[in-house]
């Protein structure tokens, strides 16, 4: 079966709006070689990881925003190719924050037996606006509107803990923003930065 012929499968959480196929792969002595296509929808992150091997990466359509362990911003435009370091001193996220998606063909220089990447917790470089998301739980939490059926979901839950809906909403909202902490705060991080550019156009 051709390689074109192989489907894009999502990829797993903490991976976002992201999917991929594995091209082909052989063993060359301890290591695997592994060629895999990935995209990334807009709005999409691979989540934070590392990988066990070197990667040699090629954006093939797109601007991918690329940061490191510092979280410096660091984005690589269709035509380029980088070099992904190996080990966990050398972590880093895969997002679009552009408005078409990015695709990718990357190189593995993996040891044999050993997964694509390992996932880890964001760097705690990576949450300066933790606090936008708080005010957006407290927000939504008060403003929520819901069906009949949710409503009584609601009620019955309240009445069954002793806590009002309010707070039952906050925590049910808290929990979906931080599941997916990395793509709001991405999609802010551009949202802020294309407002910087209108008012420096303005002036």
Not at 89 to 99: E, F, K, S, V
Not at 173 to 180: G, M, V
Request: with cysteine; charged share 20%.
């Amino acid at each position: 079966m051709s390689w074109r012929d192989r489907k894009l499968r999502p990829n797993a959480a903490p991976a976002y709006r992201t999917a991929s196929r594995v091209l082909f792969r052989f063993p060359l002595g301890r290591h695997t070689i592994i060629a895999r296509q990935t995209v990334i929808a807009p709005g999409g992150t691979s989540g934070w990881h590392y990988h066990d091997g070197t990667l040699l990466v090629l954006v093939t359509r797109g601007t991918l925003d690329h940061p490191g362990p510092d979280c410096t911003p660091v984005t690589y435009r269709r035509g380029r190719i980088f070099r992904e370091p190996s080990g966990p001193t050398h972590p880093h996220a895969a997002r679009n924050l552009g408005p078409i998606p990015v695709t990718l063909f990357a190189l593995y220089l993996n040891p044999i037996n050993t997964p694509l990447s390992h996932h880890i917790p964001p760097p705690n470089c990576a949450a300066p606006l933790t606090w936008y998301l708080t005010g957006i739980i407290q927000v939504m939490a008060m403003t929520l509107r819901l069906d009949d059926d949710d409503d009584r979901m609601l009620t019955e839950a309240a009445a069954r803990t002793g806590r009002s809906k309010q707070e039952i909403a906050k925590e049910a909202i808290h929990l979906h923003l931080t599941a997916n902490q990395e793509v709001f705060e991405a999609m802010l991080a551009r949202s802020m930065e294309r407002h910087a550019e209108l008012l420096e156009r303005l002036a």
